[in-house]
């Protein structure tokens, strides 16, 4: 019973990009610091999600289909959700860096990145939490 209680106490941490490669990786990095992680190739999908209780961070990609990441964030800030957010950007401008910072994006990250760098913000964001 101790080990259910536990898995539900432990953080979740979403990621949406379209770069499945990313996402699984990601998700290694994390799982490996035992954090739960769920995935999503789109934010439609994310949106169709229900928010666990002990969502910890969003990490998304600005250039997504249809919605991109910002909009995405500035989408769920309407909808009252605070949910700490990093933006990842693989082709970013400073107009880019700025629009993310005004949707209350708490980092803004260029691709390629160091993935230990990206997990360490993760890391911190959830002792925040």
Do not use: W
Not at 24 to 33: G, I, T, Y
């Amino acid at each position: 019973m101790m080990s259910k209680i536990k898995a539900l106490e432990k953080p979740v941490v979403y990621i949406v990009d379209g770069d499945h490669k990313l996402l699984d990786s990601l998700s290694k990095l994390l799982r490996a610091n035992d954090v739960i992680v769920d995935v999503f190739d789109s934010a439609e999908n994310f949106l169709e999600t229900k928010l666990r209780a002990r969502a910890a961070c969003l990490i998304v990609e600005v250039n997504l289909s249809n919605m991109d990441g910002i909009e995405l964030l500035k989408h769920i800030n309407n909808l009252g959700v605070r949910l700490p957010t990093i933006v990842l950007s693989s082709g970013s401008d400073v107009s880019e860096a700025v629009r993310a910072m005004q949707a209350k994006a708490i980092d803004f990250i260029e691709k390629p990145f160091i993935e230990n760098t990206l997990i360490k913000k993760v890391l911190d964001v959830i002792e925040q939490v």
